[in-house]
């Protein structure tokens, strides 16, 4: 390339504000040099996308590109240009997967900085920008460029820099080496802008001068060992809204969607959504603390279209206006606005809704996207609580390696709010603290908007609305432990919710079930009874006629067995048992062998267990799933649902290789019974617990592990 500042005694060194981290940029020449298949993406607004240049050829990046051709003829370079006029960091953060990361990118130039002047959240925005990029998978280099107003010298590069610097991402300015020039009177502003905005041909030949000198530069000196950081690790300097972009569901109630299919980046009007009568609306439902929505604005000296109002949660008192026309004369503007910030995280609502028509409209309103944006919470693991029982034993501890002391170890509380058991968050931002306190204060962590909007007045969601329930102070609704059985437990019954509710205390009833971990040859355990009548079942209790009374089963690992409340069972000597229940420590003991414990025998609860206890019992096809039919419906890396009822559902990832996951309006609790893996690059083994907020979308697992996840059903 020739260097035409010369020309014009312009220091290309000067360009470079912020040399950063060239770690990226020295990989991507080094797997450029090695003949690699690479990807380059330019991404920014109009002058990214080449305005005022006689072609897109002609605009900066596509030159640059060419340059790293001829520079490694040997790699296979494929080029994007992802500008698209009048966008500002603030659409980018929306766009960037689907106008960016789709590409694969291995580097990208970044160019918003005149657009964010307009913008006054461009540090957060912009900082969301940067940190998705460098979140990508391909550890994408990544080179800011700051154009500014040749006639004032304006941009957005104070904040932009700021964040560059913070990150290591290396940023070159027009300011410093062209408007200086420009004020020095080196060069004349009409030389390369005809408007002191967008470069003409020279301005864009300048501008790619500045890459091709920067890279030069960096890749002649050389000499870094270094390795990208992990982004993760590096603290936010503005804030992370918008490193984490929520699509949400659309419904149409008047807007029809434009079936124009977009033919490349830049057709800014397809794939959206129109309205021309008044009343006609559209509802998006996604995640985030942010709304975003970018919309068509007309130019009114030639064309009309309606106005539209923005919605968040039916609150229609604080709508927004969005004009579907600006007074502007250079074309139609692609206009993006922040609908609504600092929200509680959780899932909400926007309508838009057309609330004024002209009759000179020429043109319908034309919404392009709406995007939510918001903290991605963190993914928390749990320590457990441990009890000791007299049937207990040491293979939670053998096998699970929890340390823990003692021979009688009964049962690991591995995910619990109870009191008897509360356990402790172990990592991020709530870490040491109990999982009680948690729930009570970050509500928006278990339950969405839009699983509370089903809820009355803040009741649990398993309780029936318009009972006495339903008033009852709301609680963790699960109980998730393993249970090492080294002798029989007790024939036992729990009570229903309402039972519990108003015999102990207000507790919570006890419906639960078994997921069954390990069984010795020939394990059984009881589930159910044999009496056919109420006053045959007291009769037999009160003979002492178990042998008869008892339905006992023979039982295998992997076997499933639901037990609901009024349902007699109890968990034979050796098995081990994974547990999911309603938050409940209710338990009615019927009979317990007359054994006696430290010379006397343990409390008995006849008559509770007389009063709840189901007659006749469930058949055993009702509460009893088969470990062959389990592996027979089971396919390697999919979620598999093994039971579901109206407390929770229970279901089972059987992690080969990698897997996907989404949580959306309420939370998900992990138990890992077997191997190791990553949950968004959280190290996880067998013997953890951890919940998944609600409303932390879609989440990557990868590794070999067996988990079984549970959530409640809303």
């Known amino acids: 390339m020739d260097f035409l500042t010369k020309k014009y005694g312009i220091d290309l060194d000067d360009a470079i504000i912020v040399e950063g981290d060239k770690s990226r940029i020295l990989d991507f020449c080094g797997r450029a040099e090695r003949g690699e298949k690479l990807s380059v993406v330019a991404f920014g607004g109009s002058i990214t996308q080449g305005s005022l240049a006689t072609s897109v050829e002609k605009s900066y990046s596509a030159l640059f590109t060419e340059w790293l051709r001829e520079k490694f003829p040997n790699a296979e370079i494929k ?18 997967e689907r106008d960016v990361a789709a590409f694969e990118p291995d580097l990208v130039m970044v160019d918003f900085s005149v657009n964010d002047l307009a913008n006054p959240a461009r540090g957060e925005t912009f ?19 700051g154009n500014v107003y040749y006639s004032s010298g304006e941009s957005s590069q104070i904040e932009h820099s700021a964040v560059c610097r913070h990150y290591g991402v290396p940023m070159l300015s027009s300011d410093t080496s062209l408007y200086k020039a420009v004020l020095t009177g080196k060069i004349k502003r009409r030389d ?75 057709d800014r009007f397809a794939e959206g959504y129109l309205a021309s009568e008044k ?54 503007n692609i206009r993006t606005d922040i609908i609504a910030s600092g929200l509680s995280f959780g899932r909400h609502t926007l309508e838009i809704k057309i609330n004024e028509t002209h009759e000179n409209d020429t043109k319908p309103f034309y919404l392009n996207e709406v995007s939510f944006a918001g903290k991605k919470p963190e993914i928390m693991l749990m320590d457990p609580v441990y009890t000791h029982n007299v049937w207990g034993g040491t293979r939670i501890r053998d096998d699970f390696g929890y ?5 009688d170890i009964g049962e690991c509380w591995g995910i619990s709010a109870h009191p008897n058991g509360d356990g402790t968050v172990r990592n991020g931002a709530f870490s040491g603290m109990k999982l009680s306190e948690v729930y009570k204060n970050h509500r928006e962590l278990f339950y969405s908007k839009n699983a509370d909007a089903k809820r009355q007045d803040g009741s649990c969601p398993f309780y029936e609305e318009g009972t006495q329930l339903d ?37 919570l009833g006890k419906k639960e079930c078994w997921y069954v971990l390990d069984a010795p040859e020939g394990a059984s355990l009881v589930v159910g009874h044999n009496a056919k009548t109420r006053d045959e079942l007291k009769e037999m209790v009160a003979d002492g006629k178990w042998s008869e009374l008892i339905r006992e089963i023979p039982v295998h690992k992997g076997d499933f067995i639901q037990i609901d409340p009024g349902a007699v069972h109890a968990i034979k000597g050796g098995l081990l048992i994974l547990e999911t229940q309603q938050n409940s420590d209710i338990t009615y003991r019927v009979y317990d062998y007359d054994r006696l414990y430290h010379g006397k025998l343990r409390q008995l609860h006849v008559k509770q267990s007389l009063d ?11 509460c009893f799933i088969d470990h062959t039919k389990i592996d027979a419906d089971n396919t390697p890396d999919k979620v ?3 039971y579901k009822c109206d407390k929770y559902e229970v279901m089972r990832l059987c992690l080969k290789n990698k897997a996907s996951l989404e949580v959306t309006d309420t939370f998900m609790t992990a138990s890992v019974i077997g191997g190791s893996a990553e949950i968004d690059g959280v190290k996880i083994k067998k013997g953890d617990f951890f919940i998944i907020p609600a409303g932390y979308g879609m989440a990557e697992l990868k590794g070999n592990a067996e988990i079984i996840l549970s959530t409640v059903i809303d």
């Open 79 to 96: 080029y994007q240009n992802s500008g698209i006029g009048g966008t500002g960091s603030l659409l980018g953060s929306a766009r960037l």
């Open 127 to 145: 900082e969301g920008v940067i940190r998705q990029l460098l979140s990508l998978p391909s550890k994408t280099a990544v080179i800011v460029l």
């Open 192 to 266: 390369f802008t005809p408007d002191d905005l967008h470069p003409n041909n020279l301005g864009h030949h300048f501008l790619a001068e500045m890459l091709v000198n920067f890279v030069e530069k960096i890749n002649a000196e050389g000499g870094s060992d270094k390795t990208a950081e992990d982004i993760s690790k590096v603290p936010f300097i503005f804030s992370e809204t918008y490193q984490y972009i929520d699509k949400p569901f659309v419904t149409l109630n008047g807007f029809i969607a434009d079936e124009t299919k977009k033919t490349c980046v830049q």
């Open 279 to 332: 009343g006609q609306s559209v509802i998006f439902t996604g995640v985030g603390t942010s709304i975003i929505a970018t919309y068509r604005q007309v130019v009114s000296a030639t064309d009309m279209s309606p106005e539209a109002v923005a919605i968040v949660d039916g609150d229609a008192v604080n709508a927004v206006s969005l004009k579907g026309w600006f007074d502007e004369t250079w074309g139609e």
């Open 403 to 407: 340390q823990i002391d003692g021979d």
């Open 471 to 507: 008033k009852k102070e709301d609680v963790f609704p699960l109980l998730i432990k393993i249970i090492d059985a080294k002798s029989d437990l007790s024939i036992q019954v729990h009570p229903d919710d309402e039972y519990a509710f108003k015999n102990e205390n207000g507790s």
């Open 612 to 622: 709840v206890i189901t007659v006749p019992a469930a058949p055993l096809d009702k």
């Open 640 to 642: 598999q649902t093994i």
